[in-house]
């Protein structure tokens, strides 16, 4: 539509350059990331910058130039040296942000030849990956800093010498990374320049059937423009009003585009302060603010250094780019960190319309949007003045949000005391908060008390309590947490309070604190390296590529932006595009359906396929679908259709389930030894309970599919994201009342699954196919961001009971366990989720006495599916929690008691499996060692002894990780290898290229087992076509099964022509092959592998549940700010039982994902659903999982040197998934602090901490005089709450 040609650069892209990722729509996510460069007539300066293409109004651009990452480099053309290094480095797995990666760092690079590590970081700071954990592309992109010996190597510094590296992985050979070229770089086209410099003086209109987009050349003409459509807003970097019109359908009939004028670019330094235009971006106003403050003296600049640092944190650079000052004010989000420094501060608009020009001051009755303190509707800012701070001045800012980078604040506030001259009496206040209700509030009243006053503690004192008082946080306030932000107000003033004691030189005799401490944690300092063991044996042969750090078979490609996903898939002769409409209501009835008769905007053809559904049983539940000739048409014929619901009650948590007995199948239990008994001959005995929260999966890329009809015999072909095409088969051919046979899944990769992707792709493909059936047309149905997190449902909540006995000295004699998970509304595979959390509850333990009862709760919440780990990073949490709260009752050290009951030697399960704890124990002393644990918590106490409101916490986690499937069947795996005439080689087998690698250990094993260079090798995609009936890739598994049936196929073909081989052992592969043809021997094989053989008997709980174990452990340092729950990731070491790996760079990459993964679930990612059962965290900016600012700031992985798996090929293990556990040594590392700052505060005894460990959780466990305020001014719990 035309709102769409106007609006989505992405969507309008008829050049069809599918490089650039849609991952979120929003701006969160950066996969969309592009370079704009505009050339500035006056200044005859070329600006670059990188931007979210998604929310790039198309008409915004006219007159720039629009790089993508096609235009960086391709394999057609030449490789960009960023997009070689970060293949080479392995800094992509699925790649699909790695495009987003690249673009940002090409900007960065454009603008600054030799960034530091800090520019890096903060380039990166919009761009999401769910697959890397971030450390290789660091890595990556530090070998463009200055950073080491002779690294000159920028591709925009002239220079290129050694690539002496300062990249310490040892998994890539910066000797390798290609020549310099700056030659390459693109060329500002200089037909843009002119036809700035020619349209400088031409007003711009471009007209569409519903929108008209004007774009003025002078302020006059702005200003009248703005007189004759007073409505229409003003569109700068459209971050603003891009989204309201995405997410609330706002349509505007006009926009005015006033960046060309000079006016509203005006930077100029007056006497008393800076004179910003209210176009410049943020971060052109942080880059000038960081020129001006080293500039000038340091009394003048407390205001733009507070500014400066909520600058460096708020959104990501993306965004900072397109975003305006000007935008930013009138917007006036009430998170909108910029707003109450300003207004602190005194600043003070330049507005102008028509009538002539004004200006009023930026305040707390601007923000509030009181009439007489507002723009009049024909009025703009023109520019922004920002006063300089007076000697006797004091400002601050502060900002709390769920992530460190790159996310909108829970709380902010601005902070500004004035005192008279030379004494500490207060003669002026000013405190305005952020993010307690819609708009920015002002502590006005409580300031206007407070005048007079001397800075002191009492004055504190009341001023927390003023506060309190005046800033209201009603019990339900939208967005919850209200606890903790009004914790959070007076933890700011606290905070505020020493600063300003700093600042006055004063610090008050016997205050229990020294002021650094209530600082904020710095931002990181990446010092990343990791250390690896394994080396090849010496003999091997150099052409042999198993057991080296091949990089990634399609790593090129995805840096390049070639790699092809589902919907990259051109488009196909008459597609019809689909889009679903979903229930509203977590339990209901459906009354009636209808299409609402108001006439759609355009000609649309609806085609409506009610999919026969009488009742809902969850929000988000697929009800009808809507097939129109665009996407956007489909989505507003989604819009139109109306349903009427009977409500019916819902069961929405574990603990409704429980009370109302609704349960997916029977119970799971095992037992060992005599659990009454164990009791007995404890000397102590605790009980207690956990929750565990859900987990979004997150992939970057969504759900997509495209149905063709094959036009005879009922054939289909279905091009699908998924983890599982077999099941798709058998799902679209049920459906279809057709044969199996008919139906063609193909699947070339998939842009990030971890388990989200094995039963719900089927669905979709399912309604897809009903459709392309009916119509007779090909289907195309991608999930938008918020769709597919509504519809797909996560990682199962989890809530856990237990009754544990032990000895004074830490012996653990007895556990009585009753693990529940809340599995939504449909069985999907809940009842295997809760057999391996049973089975895997032990951990590394050996707990004599241990009955584990375990059940899967049926609710009315979006049916929860596999996510990485299955079960076990619950179960696994819980035990651990347990045994640190044993820790706790008997006093002694966390790891004692893990050392005490960890299994030894060879041992049995609870379900009686031999388990030989050799590696647990080798990883577990190893991790010690190479952590240097105990001379570390040392410092780490002494840390905490001296500071009160910081805290640091240290822990080490040992892991028994079991892999692969209870059930023999599916492991088993086949593969289809076809040797061609001239020698290539074509490999395919039931495996899914997800990311982790599975394609390039794949090429590796046909490459030694055929004894041909890797190059001979290829793989193409994975279909039903050529493997049949192959299991799901998942479970850690894929590469050792699929490995096993390729190496079988290679064996076989490799048998075939041996006579032909010994005949002619001097001969070319080549000339094997075609003497091979010329004696009709068949040059293709199907290999198999019949599984790994398993027997779990749940009659009598017991049985050999899994084929082998995965050991490992971590031990990481966190601290915390014991004020706002900020923490900091600061050093984790794994070691981790690998085997042989047949990639360790693969293998590396897939510990580290998995592991930030598990620091995602246990520490920041939180689903949150309203008391109706309605999911609220659809989208990346509501639901935080790690960015770059999340990772270690030292990350270390070892893999275990000499163990070997004899029962895997190569003797190899699979571990996919093992690392998401460890991430909770990170959980018990916070919990350590936690449990440091209770103590200091006399807070003795055990506390439970659930997971996952948010700055909220975190911050009111470090319970103080604060959170106390805030507990005491309690209501009575009469109240709706925002949130389940
Ligand atoms: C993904 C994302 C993350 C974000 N994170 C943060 C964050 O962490 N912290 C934070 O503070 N903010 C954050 N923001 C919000 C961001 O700061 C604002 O959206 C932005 O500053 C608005 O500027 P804009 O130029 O894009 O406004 P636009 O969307 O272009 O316009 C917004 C409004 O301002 C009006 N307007 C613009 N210029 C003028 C003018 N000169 N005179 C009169 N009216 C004018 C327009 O009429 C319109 O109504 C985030 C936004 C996104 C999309
Ligand atoms: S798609 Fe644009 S930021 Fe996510
Ligand atoms: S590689 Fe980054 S999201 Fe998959």
Same mark, same amino acid.
């Given at each position: 539509?035309?709102?769409?040609?106007?609006?989505?650069?992405?969507?309008?892209?008829? =050049?069809?350059?599918?490089?650039?990722?849609?991952?979120?729509?929003?701006?969160?996510?950066?996969?969309?990331?592009?370079?704009?460069?505009?050339?500035?007539?006056? /200044?005859?300066?070329?600006?670059?910058?990188?931007?979210?293409?998604?929310?790039?109004?198309?008409?915004?651009?006219?007159?720039? *130039?629009?790089?993508?990452?096609?235009?960086? @480099?391709?394999?057609?053309?030449?490789?960009?040296?960023?997009?070689?290094?970060?293949?080479?480095c392995?800094g992509?797995?699925?790649?699909?942000?790695?495009?987003?990666?690249?673009?940002?760092?090409?900007?960065?690079?454009?603008?600054?030849?030799?960034?530091?590590?800090?520019?890096?970081?903060?380039a990166?700071?919009?761009?999401?990956?769910?697959?890397?954990?971030?450390?290789?592309?660091?890595?990556?992109?530090?070998?463009?800093?200055?950073? @080491?010996?002779?690294?000159?190597?920028?591709?925009?510094?002239?220079?290129?010498?050694?690539?002496?590296?300062?990249?310490?992985?040892?998994?890539?050979?910066?000797?390798?990374?290609?020549?310099?070229?700056?030659?390459?770089?693109?060329?500002?086209?200089?037909?843009?320049? +002119?036809?700035?410099?020619?349209?400088?003086?031409?007003?711009?209109?471009f007209?569409?059937?519903?929108?008209?987009?004007?774009?003025?050349?002078?302020?006059?003409?702005?200003?009248?423009?703005k007189?004759?459509?007073?409505?229409?807003?003003?569109?700068?970097?459209?971050?603003?009003?891009?989204?309201?019109?995405?997410?609330?359908?706002v349509h505007? !009939?006009?926009?005015?585009?006033?960046? +060309?004028?000079?006016?509203?670019?005006?930077?100029?330094n007056?006497?008393?302060?800076?004179?910003?235009g209210?176009?410049? /971006?943020?971060?052109?106003?942080?880059?000038?603010?960081?020129?001006?403050?080293?500039?000038?003296?340091?009394e003048?600049?407390?205001?733009?250094?507070?500014?400066?640092?909520?600058?460096?944190?708020?959104?990501?650079?993306?965004?900072?780019?397109?975003?305006?000052?000007?935008?930013?004010?009138?917007?006036?989000?009430?998170?909108?960190?910029?707003?109450?420094?300003?207004?602190?501060?005194?600043?003070?608009?330049?507005?102008?319309?028509?009538?002539?020009?004004?200006?009023?001051?930026?305040?707390?009755q #601007?923000?509030?949007?009181?009439?007489?303190?507002?723009?009049?509707?024909?009025?703009?800012?023109?520019? =922004?003045?920002?006063?300089?701070?007076?000697?006797?001045?004091?400002?601050?800012?502060?900002?709390? *949000?769920?992530?460190?980078?790159?996310?909108?604040?829970?709380?902010?506030?601005?902070?500004?005391?004035? #005192?008279?001259?030379?004494?500490?009496?207060?003669?002026?206040?000013?405190i305005?908060?952020?993010?307690?209700? %819609?708009?920015?509030?002002?502590?006005?009243?409580?300031?206007?008390?407070?005048?007079?006053?001397?800075?002191?503690?009492?004055?504190?004192?009341?001023?927390?309590?003023?506060?309190?008082?005046?800033?209201?946080?009603? %019990?339900?306030?939208?967005?919850?947490?209200?606890?903790?932000?009004?914790?959070?107000?007076?933890?700011?003033?606290?905070?505020?309070?020493?600063?300003?004691?700093?600042?006055?030189?004063?610090?008050?005799?016997?205050?229990?604190?020294?002021?650094?401490n209530?600082l904020?944690?710095?931002?990181?300092s990446?010092?990343y390296?990791?250390?690896?063991?394994?080396?090849?044996? %010496?003999?091997?042969?150099?052409?042999?590529?198993? &057991?080296? !750090?091949?990089?990634?078979?399609?790593?090129?490609?995805?840096?390049?932006?070639?790699?092809?996903?589902?919907?990259d898939?051109?488009?196909?002769?008459?597609?019809?595009?689909?889009?679903?409409?979903?229930?509203?209501?977590?339990?209901?009835?459906?009354?009636?359906?209808?299409?609402?008769?108001?006439?759609?905007?355009?000609?649309?053809?609806?085609?409506?396929?009610?999919?026969?559904?009488?009742?809902?049983i969850?929000?988000?539940?697929?009800?009808?679908?809507?097939?129109?000739?665009?996407?956007?048409?489909?989505?507003? &014929?989604?819009?139109?259709?109306?349903?009427?619901?009977e409500?019916?009650? !819902?069961?929405?948590?574990?603990?409704?389930?429980?009370?109302?007995? /609704?349960?997916?199948?029977?119970?799971?239990?095992?037992?060992?030894?005599?659990?009454?008994?164990?009791?007995?001959?404890?000397?102590?005995?605790?009980?207690?309970?956990?929750?565990?929260?859900?987990?979004?999966?997150?992939?970057?890329?969504?759900?997509?599919?495209?149905?063709?009809?094959?036009?005879?015999?009922?054939?289909?072909?279905?091009?699908?994201?998924?983890?599982?095409? *077999?099941?798709?088969?058998?799902?679209?051919?049920? *459906?279809?009342?057709?044969?199996?046979?008919?139906?063609?899944?193909?699947?070339?990769?998939?842009?990030?699954?971890?388990? @989200?992707?094995?039963?719900?792709?089927?669905?979709?493909? $399912?309604?897809?196919a009903?459709?392309?059936?009916?119509?007779?047309?090909?289907?195309?149905?991608?999930?938008?961001?918020?769709?597919?997190?509504?519809?797909?449902?996560? +990682?199962?909540?989890?809530?856990?009971?237990?009754?544990?006995?032990?000895?004074?000295?830490?012996?653990?004699?007895?556990?009585?366990?009753?693990?529940?998970?809340?599995?939504?509304?449909?069985?999907?595979?809940?009842?295997?989720?809760?057999?391996?959390?049973?089975?895997?509850?032990?951990?590394?333990?050996?707990?004599?006495?241990?009955?584990?009862?375990?059940?899967?709760?049926?609710?009315?919440l979006?049916?929860n599916?596999?996510?990485?780990?299955?079960?076990?990073?619950?179960?696994?949490?819980?035990?651990? /929690?347990?045994?640190?709260?044993?820790?706790?009752?008997t006093?002694?050290?966390?790891?004692?008691?893990?050392?005490?009951?960890?299994?030894?030697?060879?041992?049995?399960?609870?379900f009686?499996?031999?388990?030989?704890?050799?590696?647990?124990?080798?990883?577990?002393?190893?991790?010690?060692?190479?952590?240097?644990?105990?001379?570390?918590?040392?410092?780490?106490?002494?840390?905490?002894?001296?500071?009160?409101?910081?805290?640091?916490?240290?822990?080490?986690?040992?892991?028994?990780?079991? $892999?692969?499937?209870?059930?023999?069947?599916?492991?088993?795996?086949?593969?289809?290898?076809?040797?061609?005439?001239?020698?290539?080689?074509?490999?395919?087998?039931?495996?899914?290229?997800?990311?982790q690698?599975?394609?390039?250990?794949?090429?590796q094993?046909?490459?030694?087992?055929?004894k041909?260079?890797?190059?001979?090798?290829?793989?193409?995609?994975?279909?039903?076509?050529?493997?049949?009936?192959?299991?799901?890739?998942?479970?850690?598994i894929?590469?050792d099964?699929?490995?096993?049936?390729?190496?079988?196929?290679?064996?076989?073909?490799?048998?075939?022509?041996?006579?032909?081989?010994?005949?002619?052992?001097?001969?070319?592969?080549?000339?094997?092959?075609?003497?091979?043809?010329?004696?009709?021997?068949?040059?293709?094989?199907?290999?198999?592998?019949?599984?790994?053989?398993?027997?779990?008997?749940?009659?009598?709980?017991?049985?050999?549940?899994?084929?082998?174990?995965?050991?490992?452990?971590?031990?990481?340092?966190?601290?915390?700010?014991?004020?706002?729950?900020?923490?900091?990731?600061i050093?984790?070491?794994?070691?981790?039982?690998?085997? #042989?790996?047949?990639?360790?760079?693969?293998?590396?990459?897939?510990?580290?994902?998995?592991?930030?993964q598990?620091?995602?679930?246990?520490t920041?990612?939180?689903?949150?659903?309203?008391?109706?059962?309605?999911?609220?965290?659809?989208?990346?900016?509501?639901?935080?999982?790690?960015?770059?600012?999340?990772?270690?700031?030292?990350?270390?992985?070892?893999?275990?040197?000499?163990?070997?798996? !004899?029962?895997?090929?190569?003797?190899?293990?699979?571990? &996919?998934?093992?690392?998401?556990?460890?991430?909770?040594?990170?959980?018990?590392?916070?919990?350590?602090?936690?449990?440091?700052?209770?103590?200091?505060?006399?807070?003795?005894?055990?506390?439970?901490?659930?997971?996952?460990?948010?700055i909220?959780?975190?911050?009111?466990?470090?319970?103080?005089?604060?959170?106390?305020?805030?507990?005491?001014?309690?209501?009575?719990?009469?109240?709706?709450?925002?949130?389940l």
């Open positions: 539509t035309e709102n769409q040609q106007l609006f989505s650069l992405t969507a309008a892209f008829a =050049v069809r350059l599918s490089g650039t990722k849609y991952g979120c729509g929003i701006g969160g996510c950066g996969a969309c990331t592009v370079m704009i460069s505009t050339y500035e007539p006056t /200044s005859k300066k070329i600006m670059h910058y990188p931007a979210n293409s998604c929310l790039l109004p198309i008409c915004s651009l006219h007159s720039s *130039a629009v790089t993508t990452v096609e235009g960086v @480099g391709s394999t057609k053309t030449r490789v960009h040296p960023i997009q070689e290094r970060l293949a080479k392995h992509s797995q699925c790649g699909f942000c790695t495009p987003g990666m690249v673009m940002s760092m090409y900007a960065l690079l454009r603008n600054h030849p030799e960034p530091s590590m800090e520019q890096i970081t903060a990166l700071d919009g761009n999401l990956c769910r697959c890397t954990g971030y450390r290789p592309i660091i890595d990556t992109y530090k070998s463009f800093t200055g950073v @080491g010996r002779k690294t000159n190597r920028s591709p925009f510094s002239k220079v290129s010498t050694n690539f002496e590296c300062s990249m310490h992985s040892g998994l890539c050979n910066p000797e390798e990374f290609q020549p310099v070229d700056p030659t390459q770089e693109f060329i500002f086209p200089p037909e843009l320049m +002119r036809m700035a410099q020619e349209q400088q003086k031409r007003t711009l209109v007209r569409g059937e519903r929108t008209t987009w004007i774009s003025p050349t002078n302020l006059r003409e702005l200003l009248e423009l007189a004759m459509y007073p409505k229409a807003p003003l569109i700068v970097g459209n971050t603003s009003v891009g989204l309201e019109m995405k997410r609330d359908g505007h !009939p006009v926009f005015i585009h006033p960046t +060309r004028i000079p006016d509203l670019h005006v930077v100029s007056t006497n008393n302060g800076l004179v910003i209210a176009a410049c /971006s943020l971060a052109q106003l942080r880059d000038i603010l960081m020129k001006v403050v080293p500039e000038l003296p340091e003048k600049t407390k205001i733009f250094r507070a500014l400066l640092q909520q600058l460096k944190t708020l959104a990501g650079e993306q965004i900072r780019s397109l975003a305006s000052l000007g935008g930013h004010i009138v917007s006036r989000g009430s998170t909108w960190d910029l707003n109450p420094v300003l207004a602190v501060g005194n600043s003070v608009l330049s507005l102008a319309s028509k009538d002539g020009t004004r200006q009023i001051p930026l305040n707390d #601007f923000l509030a949007g009181y009439e007489n303190a507002d723009l009049k509707p024909k009025e703009i800012i023109v520019s =922004v003045f920002i006063p300089y701070s007076k000697k006797d001045d004091f400002v601050s800012a502060f900002r709390q *949000a769920e992530r460190r980078r790159n996310a909108v604040s829970v709380v902010n506030s601005g902070m500004r005391v004035l #005192f008279k001259p030379n004494t500490d009496i207060i003669m002026d206040m000013n305005l908060y952020g993010g307690t209700g %819609p708009i920015t509030v002002s502590a006005r009243k409580s300031c206007q008390r407070l005048i007079g006053r001397q800075w002191n503690e009492q004055m504190l004192d009341e001023a927390c309590k003023l506060v309190l008082g005046e800033i209201s946080l009603s %019990p339900s306030a939208p967005g919850g947490k209200v606890e903790y932000r009004r914790t959070l107000l007076v933890s700011f003033l606290f905070k505020f309070y020493l600063e300003v004691l700093y600042g006055l030189n004063k610090m008050v005799s016997g205050f229990p604190l020294l002021v650094d209530a904020p944690i710095s931002v990181l990446l010092g390296h990791i250390l690896i063991k394994q080396d090849v044996d %010496p003999v091997q042969p150099p052409q042999d590529p198993v &057991g080296r !750090p091949i990089m990634h078979q399609s790593g090129v490609k995805h840096a390049t932006g070639e790699a092809v996903y589902c919907n898939i051109r488009a196909v002769d008459e597609e019809l595009f689909l889009a679903v409409v979903t229930s509203s209501r977590a339990h209901a009835k459906i009354v009636t359906y209808y299409l609402n008769i108001t006439p759609l905007p355009y000609t649309v053809t609806v085609h409506l396929y009610v999919l026969g559904v009488l009742q809902v969850c929000v988000g539940q697929i009800v009808c679908a809507v097939v129109a000739e665009s996407a956007v048409q489909a989505k507003q &014929g989604v819009e139109k259709m109306k349903i009427e619901y409500d019916l009650e !819902p069961i929405l948590t574990i603990e409704d389930a429980i009370k109302h007995n /609704s349960y997916f199948g029977k119970e799971k239990k095992i037992e060992q030894g005599n659990i009454e008994e164990g009791f007995k001959s404890a000397d102590e005995i605790i009980e207690g309970e956990i929750h565990i929260g859900g987990q979004e999966h997150f992939y970057l890329e969504t759900n997509s599919v495209l149905v063709v009809p094959r036009g005879e015999d009922n054939e289909m072909d279905v091009h699908v994201s998924t983890q599982d095409a *077999a099941r798709v088969q058998e799902f679209v051919a049920l *459906a279809l009342d057709v044969q199996s046979s008919k139906i063609m899944c193909h699947t070339k990769r998939v842009g990030g699954a971890f388990g @989200g992707k094995i039963t719900k792709p089927a669905i979709f493909a $399912v309604v897809a009903v459709a392309a059936n009916k119509t007779g047309r090909p289907i195309r149905f991608t999930l938008e961001r918020d769709e597919d997190m509504l519809i797909t449902g996560g +990682r199962h909540p989890f809530f856990g009971k237990y009754k544990v006995g032990f000895t004074n000295d830490g012996r653990i004699t007895a556990a009585d366990i009753e693990p529940y998970i809340n599995a939504g509304c449909t069985l999907d595979d809940s009842e295997m989720v809760i057999e391996y959390v049973v089975l895997k509850t032990d951990n590394a333990y050996k707990i004599p006495n241990l009955r584990i009862r375990g059940r899967a709760c049926k609710t009315n979006p049916s599916t596999a996510f990485r780990g299955f079960g076990f990073p619950q179960s696994g949490l819980f035990t651990e /929690s347990w045994i640190t709260t044993v820790a706790t009752q006093g002694l050290p966390q790891e004692k008691i893990r050392e005490i009951n960890m299994y030894k030697e060879v041992n049995l399960t609870p009686k499996e031999e388990l030989d704890a050799t590696n647990l124990v080798k990883c577990w002393k190893e991790c010690m060692e190479k952590s240097e644990y105990y001379s570390r918590k040392t410092a780490v106490e002494e840390f905490n002894k001296q500071n009160y409101w910081k805290k640091k916490g240290i822990a080490i986690i040992p892991m028994k990780f079991s $892999v692969g499937f209870n059930a023999t069947q599916y492991h088993q795996a086949a593969a289809l290898v076809h040797i061609y005439t001239d020698g290539s080689v074509l490999v395919t087998h039931g495996g899914i290229e997800l990311g690698g599975i394609h390039t250990k794949m090429l094993i046909a490459s030694r087992e055929l041909v260079p890797l190059s001979y090798v290829h793989f193409c995609e994975t279909s039903t076509i050529t493997v049949p009936n192959a299991i799901v890739t998942a479970g850690s894929g590469s099964v699929n490995g096993k049936a390729v190496q079988n196929a290679c064996q076989i073909l490799r048998k075939r022509l041996e006579p032909i081989i010994n005949k002619n052992p001097e001969g070319k592969w080549e000339d094997w092959i075609t003497e091979a043809y010329d004696q009709s021997v068949s040059l293709s094989a199907t290999g198999y592998f019949r599984g790994y053989m398993v027997n779990m008997n749940w009659d009598t709980g017991e049985g050999q549940a899994f084929p082998y174990f995965v050991f490992g452990a971590a031990c990481s340092e966190v601290e915390i700010d014991c004020l706002t729950g900020d923490h900091k990731n050093r984790t070491d794994i070691v981790m039982d690998a085997c #042989f790996s047949i990639n360790p760079a693969v293998d590396i990459g897939q510990i580290e994902g998995a592991f930030v598990g620091v995602g679930l246990y920041m990612e939180e689903i949150k659903f309203s008391p109706e059962g309605e999911q609220y965290t659809l989208g990346p900016d509501t639901y935080k999982i790690p960015a770059v600012c999340d990772i270690p700031e030292q990350f270390r992985v070892y893999l275990l040197p000499n163990s070997r798996n !004899p029962i895997a090929i190569y003797s190899a293990k699979g571990i &996919g998934e093992a690392g998401l556990f460890l991430g909770c040594s990170v959980f018990f590392a916070i919990w350590d602090a936690v449990a440091a700052v209770r103590k200091e505060r006399g807070l003795t005894g055990t506390f439970t901490l659930n997971s996952p460990l948010t909220e959780r975190i911050r009111m466990a470090c319970a103080d005089n604060f959170t106390e305020m805030v507990r005491l001014d309690d209501h009575n719990g009469l109240f709706w709450p925002w949130n």
